[in-house]
């Protein structure tokens, strides 16, 4: 007997062929964003305890790392640098032969097809492990502005193609980009850590970067995860000032704040898929718990589908390789 009064949505997913026909959302290997830490040092590739399949790498390894990205179909790497020597101001972040500088002209020089994204911040290379620099306390803003841009020029001389300020000082974007424009990189986009949050998440960032702050907490610089309106008002902002890309981090405990960013802001929206919700997965993947394929190829495409267009992801790799089976 058929029954009328009800709708059959089981029709449209009755075959392999017919739920790929009425797919909502792709994942590409275009979308994704490989994160990659570099040491100073000679011959290193050490693993992050915290991160499993996570390495610091020394510049002498460091082209054999972009040649499987390139040869993966990833077309772009953000860099992180851990330098030897830690300083009050971060000296090491704005200087000429800092890692990242170094790592950049090595990888542009070698591998140039890849897009080189900076993030700039100073927490790597302050002793303190904050921001910015601290007076009275606490990070101060406009004095650690000063400092993000000689980081974004200096990264941008050595051969960066995208400037990502994650550092969460107010004004950052405009300071840059003027820094840039004055500098002659009016063509470098800024890709802006606009929302993001202060969250437990990094906890393994931190291990992988060394970047632990020495007292305290990021929470009068980064957001309260108890609020939405504010992350509106940060994207806003970093609009008005010019960010060409808005970051919403972290990713999956925050798939609501990315809607209503890309239902809001006319930019490419980029989730950042961070260090904890990397190694929440791989704990549990190493236990037998759940089949991490399936899972990780889910998460991003949720990310896809709250609106991200692009995902910084430490499971870049890996969800190549699954991508291109
Ligand atoms: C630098 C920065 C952090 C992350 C990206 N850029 C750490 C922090 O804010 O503490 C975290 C990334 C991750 O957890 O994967 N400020």
Redesign the pocket.
Same mark, same amino acid.
């Given at each position: 007997m058929q029954d009328s009064n009800f709708k059959r949505h089981r029709r449209l997913r009755n075959s392999t062929a017919m739920r790929a026909l009425v797919r909502e959302t792709q994942l590409s290997t275009d979308d994704l964003i490989y994160?990659i830490f570099v040491v100073e040092g000679d011959n290193i590739k050490k693993e992050v305890s915290s991160m499993p399949g996570v390495f610091q790498v020394s510049l002498d390894n460091l082209t054999s790392e972009m040649h499987e990205l390139v040869q993966l179909g990833i077309r772009s790497v953000l860099l992180f640098g851990v330098p030897k020597q830690k300083d009050e101001q971060g000296s090491q972040a704005y200087c000429e032969t800092g890692i990242v500088q170094q790592a950049l002209r090595k990888i542009k020089q070698e591998v140039p097809e890849l897009i080189t994204v900076a993030?700039t +911040?100073l +927490?790597e290379y302050t002793s303190h492990g904050h +921001?910015g620099v601290i007076e009275d306390g606490d990070v101060n803003n406009d004095a650690s502005l000063q400092l993000m841009v000689e980081t974004a020029v200096s990264q941008a001389k050595a051969g960066a193609d995208i400037i990502a300020p994650?550092?969460m000082m107010d004004g950052f974007v405009a300071s840059i980009r003027k820094g840039l424009d004055e500098a002659g990189y009016s063509n470098i986009p800024i890709m802006s850590?606009a929302v993001?949050y202060a969250s437990s998440? $990094?906890g393994?960032?931190?291990d992988a970067?060394e970047?632990t702050p020495q007292f305290g907490d990021?929470k009068t610089y980064?957001m309260d995860p108890a609020n939405r309106l504010e992350a509106l008002r940060e994207a806003e902002s970093d609009m008005e000032e010019g960010a060409d890309f808005l970051i919403v981090k972290p990713a999956l405990a925050y798939l609501d704040i990315m809607r209503e960013v890309k239902d809001r802001f006319n930019a490419p929206l980029v989730a $950042?898929n961070?260090?904890?919700e990397y190694s929440m997965v791989k704990a549990a993947a190493q236990n037998g718990w759940i089949n991490e394929k399936e899972l990780v190829l889910e998460k991003l495409t949720s990310m896809k589908r709250a609106g991200a267009d692009l995902i910084v992801t430490y499971f870049a790799k890996d969800a190549a390789k699954w991508l291109n089976e």
């Open positions: 994160p993030d +911040c +927490c +921001c994650s550092n850590y993001k998440f $990094y393994p960032f931190r970067a970047s990021r980064q $950042y961070v260090s904890g």
